[in-house]
């Protein structure tokens, strides 16, 4: 969970220092679906018992998902 977390602003930063907006675009994906990993991660740690359900950890998860998905629309808007 937290290597995938990790690679969430990991893959921002390298798809900023990239030269084009499509190469952005490619990281800001990862970095979804590095972000749609620690969700599920979070989820199967709620039924497995290993943690509670944490309304501030999922309010955290998709106002992140949500910056990321308007990031991307933005740069997509641009072309």
Request: no cysteine.
């Amino acid at each position: 969970m937290r290597r995938a977390a990790v690679s969430i602003p990991s893959n921002l930063a390298e798809g900023v220092a990239r030269k084009g907006d499509k190469e952005l675009i490619h990281f800001l994906h990862i970095a979804l679906g590095s972000l749609s990993e620690v969700d599920t991660q979070y989820l199967i740690a709620v039924r497995l018992n290993f943690t509670e359900k944490n309304d501030s950890i999922e309010n955290l998860l998709t106002e992140v998902k949500k910056l990321l998905l308007g990031f991307r629309n933005y740069i997509d808007s641009k072309k």
